[in-house]
């Protein structure tokens, strides 16, 4: 076991509950695979909660990071800064939103705590509708949104803040329901919640809800949605944390997926822009972008050395079409796990898209929450060289599945035939 693991709780608080009964400590990686403090190795597919986005030790981002270390690491957002202009310049290029403008910070949290500042400003309202088991950040504002309780740690939000159904659909009400029936459900519940409350500042979702268990509603839902914002003139701010940059193969934004209605008022991104480097950031159209009326800055949103990264990992992602990758591989992979599904009696389903697939868990013969076998599977995969991740709602009882958007065939098939002994041992 790591000596460190005695040590930790003194840079991490107790609420913090580590992956694996032994924790890891990871020392390298290299393209999808990273090793541990055993010189262990394993294939990575979880990406360090997706942050790794193309490969772990890309040599182009390696590169640009060294380089612009030399020259200088930060200077100050109060002056010009090129790398940072470039990144916003590019991002806005494929952002899909007319007239964009971005504006750096450091994380998601702060990202959606922005998108926040600027839907409340820009409508003089701090209520705000939000999905049952989202989770868009842990700052104060943003536990306010968070319908997952188990990562909502207080009730006490500066926002009033209403939850509708949309986000989930493998238990709950409407689970029964197909497509079509199951969103005009959905939107008929966002109509009766907007019948009894002060008119809201935005609706803040993710297409895909990524801690919550990479469930995902029907195409075209926020589509739907939007119209019945628009007819009130509510924001629609989309949280594509987990969800951009091509991840969902189909689309180069979640958003993609429910676009008839035009694209959102308001994108938050973070992750894996920077490959590892703390990039979070807002996308709006200049009218919103620009409605705050005093100074306001992040310190050390956009640093020249974090926005090298970013240049770099978005080059790499746009010139090798890593969203086609995801498409492809994702699609092989999620049609293989298919197929376990269908022999494992607790794996109740395989969802997602892309390179984002999300494998719930039920008790077998039953529609119950299985977060022992979530477990078991988990330790069993990291025993056979395969790092996952797990999440889902107030049951933790569905495996993550994001690895690095470069992932090959073979990688695929590799991680597959471990999953699949993971989660027949979990079942045997
Ligand atoms: N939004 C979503 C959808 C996320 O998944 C996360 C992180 N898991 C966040 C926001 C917060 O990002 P960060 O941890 O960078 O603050």
Known sequence: MSDLYSRHRRVMPDWLALYYDDPIEITHGEGRHVWD??????????????????????????????????????????YLNRPMVELAERIAQVSGIPDARVFFTTSGTEANDTALLLATTYRRSNTVLA??????????????????????????????????????????????????????????????VLGHTRPPAALIAEPIQGV?????????????????????????????????WGRTGDHFWGWGAHAASGPPDIVTFAKGIGNGASIGGVIARA????????????????????????????????????????????????????????????????????????????????????????????????AGGLLIGKGGGHDTSALRVAPPLSLTVAEAEEGAAILEEALRSAYS
């Open 37 to 78: 403090s055993d010189g262990n190795r394993y294939l990575d597919f979880f990406g360090g909660i997706l942050t790794t986005m193309t490969a772990h030790a890309l040599p182009e981002v390696t590169k640009a990071v060294s380089e612009q270390a030399g020259r200088i690491l930060h200077s100050s957002t109060l």
């Open 131 to 192: 999905m049952r088991n989202s989770y868009h950040g842990r700052s104060f504002s943003t536990v306010g949104i968070t319908g997952n309780r188990s990562w909502s740690p207080t009730s006490l939000s500066p926002l009033q803040t209403l939850y509708v159904h949309g986000g989930v659909r493998t238990r709950g009400p409407f689970a029964h329901l197909d497509d079509r029936a199951f969103t005009d459900a959905c939107v008929a519940d966002l109509r009766d």
């Open 212 to 244: 919550g268990g990479f469930t995902s509603p029907p195409d075209g839902l926020y589509g739907d949605f939007h119209e019945v914002l628009k007819e009130r003139g509510i924001l629609w701010i989309s949280d594509e944390v987990q969800t951009g």
């Open 287 to 382: 009218e919103l972008m620009n409605c705050l009326d005093a100074n306001s800055i992040s310190t050390f949103g956009g640093t020249q050395l974090t926005m090298a990264a970013g240049l770099a990992n978005l080059a790499y992602l746009l010139d090798h079409d890593l969203q086609g990758n995801a498409r492809r591989v994702g699609g092989l992979l999620i049609e293989r796990l298919r197929a376990v599904a269908a022999q494992v009696p607790g794996v109740r389903e395989i969802r997602g898209r892309g390179l984002m697939i999300g494998i719930e868990l039920a008790k077998p013969g039953t529609d119950e929450a299985d977060p022992q076998a979530a477990s078991a599977v988990l330790e069993a995969a990291r």
